[in-house]
C-alpha cells in the first residue's frame, strides 16, 4: 500500500471479448497463469526496499529466479517482457526446471527452452514474448527456476522491485548448472519475467484469478521465502478445495490508481490491459486500490512523484473504468475494500483520507457496481477501533498485514465468486 495528477482516469478501451475457454480438440493446448508479476521501469535500489540490479542490468551473465506455481499442469511456458527497454533485449538462452532450494536445480529437472523452435531471442523494446512449450509437468504450489543468460549487454532491465523469493546472479553461462555455487549474488528482485502458464489437464472451469493492485497483493510484510503474501493463502485455499484456478500476483507495491509514480509503477489504468486482461485464461480480476492515493500527500516521497490531493469521487470513478474494462472481456471484478491505515508508524493517514476511504468502501460494499466484494477492511479491522488494524495482524509498519493479517484476508474471500 505504501509505497495523484487528481485528474479523471483516462478511459480504458478494450476490445470485446469473450473470456478464454478450454481448447476444443485440435486447436492447441489452453493456458492459463500459474504465476506472475506486474513489471516496473528500472530504479535504484533503496534502503527500504534493498539493492537491485535494474539500472545496470546484465552482460555474460546468468540469472536464476526461483518461482511457485498456483498449479499444476503438463507443460509451461514462461513470459518474458521487455516493456520498459529502450533497446532490444536479446536472450541468449533459457532454461526452467525444480527448485532444489536456494539457486539449487533438482538434478535431470531442468528443460532448455525454445523461443519459434530457436534457443535464444530478441524482444523489440515496449513488447513482450512467451517461450514455446515445455514438456514439464509440475504439481500445485511447487517452485521452479528459471535461468535466462545474457551473453550480450542487456541495457537497464525491466523487472519487478520487491519479491519475497531471492534472485541469483553468476559470472558466465550456468544455464544446467544443479549447484547454486556459482550464482554467488542475490537480490529480492525479478528480471524480465513476468509470468509462467501452464496447460492441461484440460478442464471447463478452469481458468486465472489475477490479485491487482498494490502492496497488500504485492506482499509487503511477507518474510522473504515463506510463500505467506495473501495471494500465497488464497492459492493455498483453491488447491487444498481443488478447484480448477490459477493465481497471478500483479500488484506493485506503491501503486495508485489515479497517478503514476517514478518507482511505484504504472497508474492502475495505464497498466490494466498488460497485467491482467492481457493475460492468458483469465476469468476473475481482484481490486486492491487507493489507499497509496490518500496516502501519498501526508509521505512527502519523491520516489511518489506527484501526489495531489485527492476525492473520494475521483477514486470511485477509477475503479469503475476498471470494472467496465473487466467486464468488457467477460472478466470478473471483485471489489477489495481498502485496509486500515490509521497505526500506520509512517506519515499515511491524516483525518481527511479516513473520510474518503469510509466512503469509498461503503461504495464498494453497497453500489453493486464490483460482481462481488473482498472486504480486506473488516477482516483484519481492530474491533475496538475500526480504522486501526488489529495489533497482531500487522508487520512492524503499523499497517501491512503479517502472515496471520494474509491469512484473514484470504479466509475471507467467497471461492464461488471467483
Known amino acids: 500500500m505504501l509505497a495523484v495528477t487528481a485528474a479523471v482516469l483516462t478511459t480504458l478501451v478494450v476490445p470485446a471479448a469473450a473470456p478464454a475457454a478450454p481448447a476444443r480438440p485440435g486447436e492447441g493446448p489452453a493456458w492459463t497463469g500459474a504465476w506472475g508479476t506486474a513489471v516496473q521501469r528500472p530504479v535504484e ?5 534493498g539493492p537491485n540490479w535494474s539500472q545496470d542490468g546484465f552482460a555474460d551473465q546468468s540469472v536464476r529466479q526461483v518461482v511457485r506455481v498456483s498449479t ?9 517482457s521487455n516493456a520498459y527497454g529502450t533497446t532490444p533485449l536479446r536472450i541468449t538462452a533459457a532454461t526452467v526446471g525444480r527448485s532444489a532450494g536456494d539457486a539449487q536445480v533438482w538434478p535431470g529437472t531442468a528443460r532448455t527452452l525454445a523461443f519459434g523452435g530457436e534457443r535464444g531471442t530478441t524482444i523489440a ?7 514455446d512449450a515445455a514438456a514439464l509437468r509440475t504439481s500445485p504450489l511447487e517452485k521452479l527456476t528459471v535461468t535466462l543468460y545474457f551473453a550480450d549487454r542487456t541495457g537497464p532491465a525491466t523487472f519487478h522491485r520487491f519479491t519475497t523469493s531471492p534472485s541469483y546472479r553468476a559470472s558466465g553461462r550456468h544455464l544446467t548448472d544443479s549447484g547454486g555455487d556459482a550464482f554467488t549474488t542475490s537480490t529480492n528482485a525479478w528480471y524480465f519475467l513476468s509470468g ?5 489437464p484440460a478442464s471447463p472451469r478452469r481458468g486465472t484469478v489475477v ?6 497483493m504485492d506482499g509487503t510484510g511477507a518474510a522473504p521465502g515463506t510463500d505467506t503474501r495473501f495471494t500465497d493463502k488464497l492459492a493455498e485455499r483453491i488447491a ?4 480448477p484456478l490459477d493465481v497471478v500476483n500483479a500488484g506493485i507495491g506503491g501503486n495508485r490508481i489515479l497517478n503514476d509514480s517514478p518507482c511505484y509503477g504504472d497508474k492502475a489504468a495505464d497498466r490494466f490491459r498488460r497485467d491482467v486482461i492481457d493475460r492468458p485464461g483469465v476469468r476473475t480480476v481482484i481490486v486492491h486500490l487507493g489507499g497509496n492515493d490518500l496516502a501519498a500527500p501526508e509521505m512527502g516521497d519523491p520516489c511518489m512523484g506527484s501526489a495531489p490531493h485527492v476525492t473520494a469521487v475521483q477514486i470511485i470513478n477509477a475503479h469503475k473504468e476498471l470494472i467496465r474494462a473487466a467486464h468488457a472481456r467477460g472478466i470478473t471484478a471483485v471489489g477489495a475494500t481498502i485496509l486500515p491505515m490509521k497505526g500506520a508508524l509512517f506519515p499515511a493517514y491524516s483525518e481527511r483520507g479516513e473520510k474518503i476511504r469510509t466512503t469509498v468502501n461503503h461504495w464498494m460494499r453497497t453500489s453493486g457496481a464490483y460482481d462481488s466484494v473482498l472486504d480486506v477492511d473488516r477482516a483484519v479491522a481492530d474491533p475496538a477501533d475500526p480504522a ?5 495482524y500487522v508487520f512492524p509498519d503499523g499497517v501491512h498485514p503479517n502472515e496471520a493479517g494474509s491469512h484473514a484476508i484470504a479466509s475471507a474471500m467467497d471461492l464461488d465468486d471467483l
Open 45 to 49: 535500489g533503496s534502503e527500504d526496499w
Open 72 to 80: 499444476g499442469g503438463s507443460t509451461l511456458r514462461i513470459r518474458l
Open 125 to 131: 523494446p515496449g513488447r513482450e514474448l512467451v517461450s
Open 196 to 200: 509462467v502458464e501452464v496447460s492441461g
Open 211 to 216: 490479485a491487482f493492485g498494490d502492496s497488500l
Open 240 to 243: 487444498a478445495d481443488r478447484r
Open 388 to 392: 486501526m488494524p488489529r495489533p497482531g
